[in-house]
């Protein structure tokens, strides 16, 4: 059987087509109740996540209605973890606004499922 072009296979992961959000509408929420942060210009409503997360609350909240991706990547989080954040993904950032996955379809080296 032929192998599929590595870059259909590539698409095949990705996401359908998010809800832009943009980075102001994002900073509406940035309270305990209603928590939105950004990873890799993607946003998540991690407000039901919160008290479950491992890491602690105060580690989230600390970038509650912004940009969270340097401290997620650099606390090493496993697979695991990726794959938990996809329930709460909930839209992405205008290509205007990116700051990682600023070419259409880019794949970064994240380790972070697109
Ligand atoms: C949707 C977003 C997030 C999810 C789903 C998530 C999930 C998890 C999970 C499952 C763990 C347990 C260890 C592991 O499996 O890697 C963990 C640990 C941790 N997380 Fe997160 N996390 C998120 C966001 C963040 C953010 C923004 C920070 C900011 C610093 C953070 C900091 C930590 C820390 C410090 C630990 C280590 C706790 C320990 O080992 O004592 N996480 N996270």
């Given at each position: 059987m032929k192998l599929k072009p590595k870059v259909e296979q590539i698409k095949a992961k990705l996401p359908e087509l998010l809800p832009e959000i943009t980075l102001e509408q994002v900073g509406q929420?940035?309270?305990?109740?209603d928590c939105w942060i950004i990873i890799y210009d993607r946003v998540y409503n991690v407000t039901q996540f919160l008290r479950d997360h491992p890491g602690g609350d105060d580690v989230i909240m600390d970038h509650a209605g912004r940009d969270a991706t340097i401290a997620f990547h650099g606390t090493g989080h496993s697979r695991h973890a990726v794959e938990l954040m996809r329930q709460f993904l909930i839209g992405e950032l205008p290509q205007e606004q990116r700051?990682?996955?600023?070419?259409?379809h880019m794949v970064l080296s994240s380790g972070i499922p697109e």
């Amino acid at each position: 059987m032929k192998l599929k072009p590595k870059v259909e296979q590539i698409k095949a992961k990705l996401p359908e087509l998010l809800p832009e959000i943009t980075l102001e509408q994002v900073g509406q929420h940035d309270s305990f109740d209603d928590c939105w942060i950004i990873i890799y210009d993607r946003v998540y409503n991690v407000t039901q996540f919160l008290r479950d997360h491992p890491g602690g609350d105060d580690v989230i909240m600390d970038h509650a209605g912004r940009d969270a991706t340097i401290a997620f990547h650099g606390t090493g989080h496993s697979r695991h973890a990726v794959e938990l954040m996809r329930q709460f993904l909930i839209g992405e950032l205008p290509q205007e606004q990116r700051i990682f996955r600023t070419t259409k379809h880019m794949v970064l080296s994240s380790g972070i499922p697109e």
